[in-house]
């Protein structure tokens, strides 16, 4: 059968031949396409349309805080809309899938109600000036509830849109809100750091005062001065150092107990002179004469005298050495006369005299055992000489004092390159810490107004331009395209069972299968010659697909009522449009 050429005669055979296997799928998909649309429950939609208005101030004299964009802040509202307590108590206060409640877990519920909530944006062409070309932006966005109650639909719809409108102001805010909290907070930080930072510069300052910068320069300078002063303090001392020289060379040539003299060459006895003069004239007298002698008490009261005036005047250096050559001159005579030799006596007097009165001057409250000077050039030249010691002397002190701040400079200078270091850190630090707290002082100011604007409701808003109505007719089903294609699909499964039943068939129907089989034509073919009895079966046979077709007409025509329009309005529009 498949080798056969099949015209369009031969498909219409076919059919009427396998007529049954036609009408019943197509009866029973068509029964049950139209069963479906009219008993799917209806689904009502309610729309709300919400306009993403800009702020009223311009960006460039306000900058808001909120810099999310419109279909990623949609989205993020969104989520916080859709969750669990929110949709629970919205459930619960319309009542909504009230038999679902009884039957599926709570889980179930509430995914079922997620699927029915729906928010899309609309986006257009916004020309920017400053870009150049049009751009897709987010303008506006529809929030949309479905149920199968229109009353519920409107109700629910228009609870999620003020939900929504509540929630962005209450994330605009505390956006705002958080932003102005969090540049106070670093803000104060940064102050807090400066402080800090001040407090450790200060101390730092303070440690180490002579090693700083500014300072150094100041130390190099004074360093430079002091080598200055130290060249000028040794050039003083060589000058003064060959003053002593000379000094020193004409006292040695200067005899420091010479006699003054007058204009005439006469010596001048004053009372100290006139005292020695005595005390070198008693021990020759006393030699020469008894104790009681006038001239030995005469000469012992005038020096008794002049020791009140003048005080002791004894020099016992002289007198040791007088008494010493006194010695040497009565071992000499000694050796040449006896004990009792005038001369020798005399010597032994003096000697004695002597020892008296060297004895006598070591216990006297008026003795002096040093030798004072008496010549006035002499004097002199030791006074000059003591000046230039002391001036020698004060500029050694000060060359030790200098040297002594050199070197605590040299120090200073030293470590100043360390203590740069980390004083420079510490301004950098203190810099910018300065500049990040006014960048954070200037933020803030804007995070403040910002804030401002948001609690005036002048930035970026949502405003509900379309209000969520009832609707008037379902979203879905869509009865009519079930119809449609529960039609389609009758037509193509019963084609397709009666193709079926054709290519599973053996049994030969026509002349053309005959002489395919044989390969020759048949000479006749004798036609089929129904019984009563098969008759009567093809009779009822069209019965039954009449009274179907009867069935599904009413069914469509029921179904046209109800779900198209009603069927007096049908009739008017069609009596309008035949008479127009």
Do not use: C
């Given at each position: 059968m498949e080798n056969q050429a099949i015209d369009i005669k031969d498909y219409l055979k076919i059919i009427k031949r396998r007529r049954r296997f036609l009408v019943i799928p197509f009866l029973i998909i068509a029964l049950i396409s139209i069963v479906l649309a009219v008993l799917l429950p209806a689904v009502y939609r309610s729309t709300s349309t919400i306009l993403i208005e800009a702020q009223e101030i311009p960006a460039e004299l306000v900058h808001s805080t909120v810099t999310t964009f419109a279909d990623q802040r949609i989205q993020m509202i969104s989520q916080r809309i859709m969750t669990r307590p929110n949709l629970t108590e919205i459930i619960k206060k319309y009542d909504l899938y009230a038999e679902e409640r009884q039957k599926e877990p709570e889980e179930v519920i509430l995914e079922k109600m997620r699927k029915s909530i729906k928010v899309e944006t609309i986006s257009a062409d916004v020309a920017n000036n400053k870009s150049g070309p049009a751009q897709q932006a987010t303008i506006a966005f529809t929030l949309t509830f479905d149920d199968k109650s229109p009353?519920?639909?409107?109700?629910?719809?228009?609870?999620?849109?003020?939900?929504?409108?509540?929630?962005?102001?209450?994330?605009?805010?505390?956006?705002?809100?958080?932003?102005?909290?969090?540049?106070?907070?670093?803000?104060?930080?940064?102050?807090?750091?400066?402080?800090?930072?001040?407090?450790?510069?200060?101390?730092?300052?303070?440690?180490?005062?002579?090693?700083?910068?500014?300072?150094?320069?100041?130390?190099?300078?004074?360093?430079?001065?002091?080598?200055?002063?130290?060249?000028?303090?040794?050039?003083?001392?060589?000058?003064?150092?060959?003053?002593?020289?000379?000094?020193?060379?004409?006292?040695?040539?200067?005899?420091?107990?010479?006699?003054?003299?007058?204009?005439?060459?006469?010596?001048?006895?004053?009372?100290?002179?006139?005292?020695?003069?005595?005390?070198?004239?008693?021990?020759?007298?006393?030699?020469?004469?008894?104790?009681?002698?006038?001239?030995?008490?005469?000469?012992?009261?005038?020096?008794?005298?002049?020791?009140?005036?003048?005080?002791?005047?004894?020099?016992?250096?002289?007198?040791?050495?007088?008494?010493?050559?006194?010695?040497?001159?009565?071992?000499?005579?000694?050796?040449?006369?006896?004990?009792?030799?005038?001369?020798?006596?005399?010597?032994?007097?003096?000697?004695?005299?002597?020892?008296?009165?060297?004895?006598?001057?070591?216990?006297?409250?008026?003795?002096?055992?040093?030798?004072?000077?008496?010549?006035?050039?002499?004097?002199?030249?030791?006074?000059?000489?003591?000046?230039?010691?002391?001036?020698?002397?004060?500029?050694?002190?000060?060359?030790?004092?200098?040297q002594s701040k050199m070197e605590e400079l040299r120090s200073s200078l030293r470590q100043s390159p360390l203590v740069e270091k980390e004083y420079m850190d510490l301004i950098q630090d203190l810099d910018n810490t300065n500049l990040r707290y006014r960048e954070v002082s200037a933020r803030e100011?804007?995070?403040?107004?910002?804030?401002?604007?948001?609690?005036?409701?002048?930035?970026?808003?949502?405003?509900?331009?379309?209000?969520?109505?009832?609707?008037?007719?379902?979203?879905?089903?869509?009865?009519?395209?079930?119809?449609?294609?529960?039609?389609?699909?009758?037509?193509?499964?019963?084609?397709?069972?009666?193709?079926?039943?054709?290519?599973?068939?053996?049994?030969?129907?026509?002349?053309?299968?005959?002489?395919?089989?044989?390969?020759?034509e048949p000479l006749a073919s004798i036609p089929y010659f129904e019984s009563q009895k098969e008759h009567q079966a093809h009779t009822n046979e069209r019965r039954m697909l009449l009274i179907g077709m009867a069935i599904a007409g009413i069914l469509a025509i029921v179904a046209f009522h109800f779900i198209v329009m009603p069927l007096d309005v049908f009739w008017y529009k069609l009596l309008r449009v035949v008479g127009n």
């Amino acid at each position: 059968m498949e080798n056969q050429a099949i015209d369009i005669k031969d498909y219409l055979k076919i059919i009427k031949r396998r007529r049954r296997f036609l009408v019943i799928p197509f009866l029973i998909i068509a029964l049950i396409s139209i069963v479906l649309a009219v008993l799917l429950p209806a689904v009502y939609r309610s729309t709300s349309t919400i306009l993403i208005e800009a702020q009223e101030i311009p960006a460039e004299l306000v900058h808001s805080t909120v810099t999310t964009f419109a279909d990623q802040r949609i989205q993020m509202i969104s989520q916080r809309i859709m969750t669990r307590p929110n949709l629970t108590e919205i459930i619960k206060k319309y009542d909504l899938y009230a038999e679902e409640r009884q039957k599926e877990p709570e889980e179930v519920i509430l995914e079922k109600m997620r699927k029915s909530i729906k928010v899309e944006t609309i986006s257009a062409d916004v020309a920017n000036n400053k870009s150049g070309p049009a751009q897709q932006a987010t303008i506006a966005f529809t929030l949309t509830f479905d149920d199968k109650s229109p009353e519920l639909a409107q109700k629910v719809a228009n609870e999620l849109t003020s939900l929504f409108l509540k929630e962005n102001i209450k994330s605009r805010t505390e956006s705002a809100e958080n932003a102005a909290l969090f540049l106070s907070e670093e803000s104060k930080r940064l102050k807090a750091k400066i402080q800090e930072i001040q407090q450790n510069l200060a101390t730092f300052k303070e440690k180490n005062l002579n090693q700083l910068p500014q300072i150094s320069a100041m130390n190099q300078q004074e360093l430079t001065s002091l080598s200055n002063q130290l060249l000028q303090l040794d050039s003083q001392e060589r000058t003064l150092q060959d003053r002593r020289y000379y000094l020193e060379g004409e006292l040695a040539q200067i005899d420091p107990n010479t006699m003054a003299t007058n204009a005439v060459g006469n010596r001048v006895f004053d009372m100290k002179d006139r005292l020695k003069e005595l005390q070198s004239q008693y021990p020759s007298v006393l030699s020469n004469h008894s104790a009681n002698h006038p001239d030995v008490i005469k000469i012992k009261r005038e020096i008794d005298s002049l020791q009140k005036e003048i005080g002791s005047n004894t020099d016992l250096n002289a007198m040791n050495g007088e008494l010493t050559d006194r010695k040497a001159e009565l071992a000499l005579l000694l050796k040449q006369y006896s004990d009792k030799h005038p001369d020798v006596v005399k010597l032994q007097k003096q000697i004695s005299a002597l020892q008296q009165s060297l004895a006598s001057a070591k216990q006297s409250d008026y003795s002096n055992a040093s030798i004072q000077p008496d010549n006035p050039a002499y004097i002199t030249l030791k006074s000059q000489l003591a000046s230039v010691n002391t001036e020698i002397e004060s500029l050694n002190f000060t060359r030790s004092r200098v040297q002594s701040k050199m070197e605590e400079l040299r120090s200073s200078l030293r470590q100043s390159p360390l203590v740069e270091k980390e004083y420079m850190d510490l301004i950098q630090d203190l810099d910018n810490t300065n500049l990040r707290y006014r960048e954070v002082s200037a933020r803030e100011m804007e995070a403040q107004i910002s804030q401002q604007l948001e609690m005036e409701r002048k930035g970026e808003r949502f405003t509900l331009i379309d209000p969520p109505q009832e609707p008037l007719e379902p979203v879905s089903p869509n009865r009519i395209a079930i119809m449609v294609l529960g039609m389609v699909l009758a037509v193509a499964s019963g084609l397709g069972a009666v193709a079926l039943t054709e290519m599973l068939d053996s049994t030969v129907n026509s002349p053309k299968a005959v002489a395919a089989i044989l390969g020759v034509e048949p000479l006749a073919s004798i036609p089929y010659f129904e019984s009563q009895k098969e008759h009567q079966a093809h009779t009822n046979e069209r019965r039954m697909l009449l009274i179907g077709m009867a069935i599904a007409g009413i069914l469509a025509i029921v179904a046209f009522h109800f779900i198209v329009m009603p069927l007096d309005v049908f009739w008017y529009k069609l009596l309008r449009v035949v008479g127009n």
